[in-house]
């Protein structure tokens, strides 16, 4: 049985998504939505107040040295949450070097609406060098993908789709996917307006560089850079970026993007401040020394003046478990 008027597809070996029957079965038995809730998981399972809160609780206490995203992915998850009248899906496209927190924040964006989170039925991962990888196969990609979100979206409204390694999508394909981001009300009877889109992608760094390195020279701080320091230089250098799967998309020239979210590199400061986190996460006593020696052995640049971590603090994790006997 099928819910909606197209089925629904899974990135992962495109198979259509049977869904509903057992949950129309036990509708029948059990009468009160909340209930029912609290044994299987729903559509939009957490209050849009709630989701709101826990998402600033989670960034404030587990996100470093991104002031600007923690401002506004709060502010436009919040407020498209809390619209009742939405005129379009909400679109983030999250840009920065690896290691910096991009896939940390689609995680807790997901934690913050699904008690399950990124394991949700209701919210589906995309992998530009996993699920599209052949460029001679995008004509059959860009019905796969449409199929995908259409079934997803008639399932639930409240659907969220992670795209991530957008900088390595084949150029054209994400085009496919422009008219469930526009300002229609319905598509074959199907409504978009509640989902939510977020675009992953390492295009742009370069540019953030650029800004973040321009203030430090002149003797201001990081947290003097505000969004309108980057932005329209950031989705600009992403669409004029042949390496990338937003090179002159239409979703940045019809302005379907609502934000480009730039994640700043991270400092050596950030760095112990990550490693701090994961020693506690794991249930061990901070060792200092341990702590220090692990944001040492990271490289930094420019080469000179050596303020920014290279690799973020994608590899903590690994330096932890050299250091500690786990």
């Known amino acids: 049985l099928l819910l909606g008027p197209a089925s629904a597809v899974e990135p992962i070996g495109w198979g259509l998504a049977i869904a509903g029957a057992a949950a129309s079965a036990l509708t029948g038995f059990i009468s009160y ?148 981001l526009d300002y229609y009300e319905l598509l074959d009877g199907v409504s978009y307006r509640q989902a939510i889109f977020i675009f992953l992608s390492n295009a742009g760094a370069e540019k953030i560089t650029e800004v973040a390195l321009d203030f430090w020279r002149n003797g201001k701080t990081r947290e003097d850079i505000q969004l309108t320091d980057m932005q329209n230089a950031l989705s600009v250098s992403v669409f004029n970026n042949k390496n990338s799967g937003f090179w002159h998309s239409t979703l940045i020239d019809r302005n379907l993007i609502d934000y480009f979210v730039p994640f700043l590199p991270l400092e050596y400061k950030h760095v112990k401040m990550c490693v701090r986190v994961e020693i506690e996460s794991r249930g061990y006593a901070v060792d200092e020394d341990i702590l220090t020696k692990i944001a040492d052995e990271m490289t930094y640049f420019p080469k000179e003046e050596r303020i920014y971590s290279d690799k973020g603090c994608k590899t903590v994790d690994a330096k932890l478990d050299y250091y500690y006997d786990f």
Not at 137 to 162: A, E, H, M, T
Request: proline residues 3%; glycine residues 6%.
């Open 33 to 180: 939505p909340r209930l029912y809730c609290y044994f299987r998981e729903c559509c939009l399972q957490r209050h849009d107040r709630r989701a709101a809160a826990a998402l600033q609780e989670n960034l404030d206490k587990r996100l470093f040295g991104q002031h600007l995203v923690n401002k506004v992915v709060v502010k436009a998850v919040k407020g498209f949450l809390n619209n009742s009248n939405t005129k379009k899906p909400l679109a983030l496209s999250l840009h920065g070097w690896t290691g910096t927190g991009k896939n940390f924040v689609s995680k807790i964006v997901a934690e913050s609406i699904y008690k399950r989170g990124l394991q949700s039925k209701y919210v589906h991962q995309f992998v530009a060098t996993l699920h599209f990888p052949h460029a001679h196969s995008i004509s059959l990609y860009k019905d796969q993908l449409q199929s995908w979100i259409r079934g997803n979206v008639s399932i639930c409204p409240r659907s969220l789709f992670i795209f991530d390694e957008m900088d390595k999508m084949h150029a054209g394909l994400i085009d496919s996917i422009k008219p469930f």
